[in-house]
């Protein structure tokens, strides 16, 4: 019995880690943005998984929110909120000219901005963007915003 619980533990802690860092499409097959994270959560400095019961939808799109306030400030001004580059990371459209999914818990908001970011294990390492974002924000952040017409389209 000892053994089957250590086994179920270690099965779900392994699940769980995986999750916390699991990349995510912006917008999945359901048409449900950022992996059901408000968007809204992130300018008050937390990112917050939002609830199907307060959703909304923008261009095709649909947003969950944490609160109903969060919803009634997305429907007022939803451009204030919507991550940069369509929800691309952020440092893959400038420093790559790519297209690259994101870890939602990985952003930055830079001049009332919202950027997100890659952030998982490749070749065998953690490889979280934001970390050369953070040292370059400037210069990917302008880089990024040029590039992303033509990226846009690829």
């Not at 392994?14 to 499409?25: N, P, S, V």
């Amino acid at each position: 019995m000892k053994i089957i619980k250590y086994i179920l533990v270690l099965v779900m802690a392994t699940t769980f880690g995986a999750a916390a860092h699991a990349q995510i499409a912006p917008v999945d097959d359901n048409g449900v943005a950022i992996g059901g994270y408000d968007v809204v959560s992130y300018f008050s400095g937390e990112a917050q998984r939002g609830f199907e019961s307060f959703s909304a939808k923008h261009n095709g799109v649909t947003y969950y929110f944490f609160t109903k306030d969060n919803r009634a400030a997305f429907t007022n001004s939803p451009e204030q909120y919507l991550p940069q580059f369509d929800g691309f990371c952020a440092w893959g459209v400038g420093a790559k000219s790519a297209k690259f999914p994101i870890d939602p818990e990985s952003y930055d908001i830079v001049d009332g901005k919202l950027y997100l970011f890659f952030n998982a294990p490749f070749n065998g390492e953690q490889f979280n963007t934001i970390l050369d974002w953070n040292k370059r924000t400037t210069e990917l952040k302008s880089a990024a915003h040029k590039n992303w017409s033509m990226v846009k389209k690829s």
